[in-house]
């Protein structure tokens, strides 16, 4: 006959696992000493090396950032103006305008067009002879006005015969000077004296002081005259209109940028010479 235990009889005994010998003391004190000198050491060296980098780093950069700020103020940069270069060739490609003007510089009103297309058409009409005017607001293809206003006239006009009879005044904003030319015809009946009063008083003295409509329409009327042989209504001169000009002469734009070279050269070699030989001096010492 089989004895049954009871679940309560039966209690079985805890399994004990085997204790881990303890370090000694000492020895975990002398590991944390150790690695407390070896971090302060690497620290304490590390930190004197990175202080000198970091001094020697800052030196470099604060002299390159010096020598390039000079460079970009100083040194001549070329022009990006690339919508002004564009007028500047719309006006050749696109021909005569319809009727007398060709404002691409925008700087002249409603009433002064209105008053140059009357002028201009009764002078057509009464003596065959055309005249166009071209504002533009820089030329960076021709050296200056004159040359400029030859190109689009022979652009325009091809031959003789188209552009005999007709006159061109060209007006440069933003250089303050003016220019006119034309055919045989045209150059006949105003004359060298009027053309040269009116290209050195009423364009350059007027645009000057900003003053495009009236300067436009001032010349107009001064070539009209000169044609239908009225006498010469005269223009303004730079002693009624004196302005001190903001521009350079060539000789100080040229004198200028030799001691701007001069200068920004030195900084670039200070900025990579002078920290090249202060790290090969902090070298050759270790």
């Not at 470099?60 to 040194?75: D, E, P, R, V």
């Not at 003596?127 to 820089?138: C, G």
């Not at 004296?193 to 002081?209: G, K, Q, R």
């Not at 010469?232 to 000789?251: I, M, Q």
Request: charged residues 20%; glycine residues 6%.
């Amino acid at each position: 006959m089989e004895t049954i235990l009871s679940p309560s009889t039966f209690t079985p005994k805890p399994y004990s696992f085997p204790k881990q010998p303890k370090l000694p003391l000492l020895s975990k004190s002398f590991a944390c000493a150790l690695n407390n000198f070896s971090t302060s050491s690497f620290s304490s060296s590390s930190s004197s090396s990175s202080s000198k980098k970091t001094w020697i780093s800052h030196l470099h950069h604060g002299l390159a950032a010096a020598a390039l700020s000079l460079a970009i103020n100083f040194c001549p940069v070329p022009s990006l103006d690339l919508p002004a270069a564009a007028s500047e060739f719309d006006v050749l490609n696109e021909g005569p305008p319809q009727e007398y003007i060709l404002d691409d510089a925008g700087v002249l009103s409603r009433v002064t067009k209105s008053d140059l297309n009357t002028l201009l058409s009764d002078l057509e009409s009464r003596k065959n002879l055309h005249i166009n005017f071209v504002t533009v607001r820089k030329l960076t293809s021709k050296a200056d006005a004159f040359e400029y206003a030859d190109q689009v006239l022979e652009k325009w006009y091809p031959t003789v015969e188209q552009g005999n009879n007709k006159g061109l005044v060209v007006l440069v904003t933003t250089q303050k000077e003016g220019a006119i030319t034309g055919g045989p015809a045209f150059i006949q009946a105003v004359g060298d004296t009027i053309l040269d009063a009116t290209v050195s008083e009423n364009l350059p003295v007027l645009a000057t002081d900003e003053k495009y409509n009236e300067a436009v329409v001032s010349a107009a009327k001064r070539l009209v005259a000169a044609i239908d042989g009225l006498p010469d209504p005269g223009g303004p001169t730079f002693k009624d209109n004196k302005r001190e000009s903001n521009f350079k002469s060539r000789e100080e734009t040229e004198e200028k940028r030799g001691q701007f070279t001069l200068v920004v050269g030195g900084l670039l070699v200070i900025a990579f010479v002078v920290p090249m030989a202060q790290y090969y001096a902090y070298v050759s010492k270790k």
